[in-house]
């Protein structure tokens, strides 16, 4: 059974950092792309990055590429999302989300992480 755990959310302020953990266990993920989402109240969940198990290649959405940077520990099992210069409208439920090779939509999600960021 694949489990996915968000770590790290918190209350930070404007300009301020976080670092979210997602904890995946349950599988040997090497084949399997990794990614982060967002929702805030009232709008649809939106695609933040993500990141190859296998070889590390990446991708972030525009709204936050230079500020965020996901990543991975291969040892860990762990994925990481570094966030910068956060600002109030990155406010939203983070969720780290799952896709297996050859599948086409992200079939495992987290239960998410709460970041708020007041101005």
């Known amino acids: 059974q694949v489990q996915l755990v968000e770590s790290g959310g918190g209350l930070v302020q404007a300009g301020g950092s976080l670092r979210l953990s997602c904890d995946a266990s349950?599988?040997?993920?090497?084949?399997?792309?990794m990614g982060w989402f967002r929702q805030a109240p009232g709008k649809e969940r939106e695609f933040v990055a993500s990141?190859?198990?296998?070889?590390?290649?990446?991708y972030h959405a525009d709204s936050v590429k230079g500020r965020f940077t996901i990543s991975r520990d291969v040892a860990k099992s762990t994925v990481y999302l570094q966030m910068n210069s956060l600002a109030p409208e990155d406010t939203a439920v983070y969720y780290c989300?799952?896709?297996?090779?050859?599948?086409?939509?992200?079939?495992?999600w987290g239960q998410g992480t709460q970041v708020t960021v007041s101005s």
């Open positions: 349950g599988r040997t993920f090497s084949s399997y792309l």
């Open positions: 990141i190859r198990w296998y070889g590390g290649s990446t």
């Open positions: 989300a799952a896709q297996a090779a050859g599948r086409p939509s992200y079939d495992y």
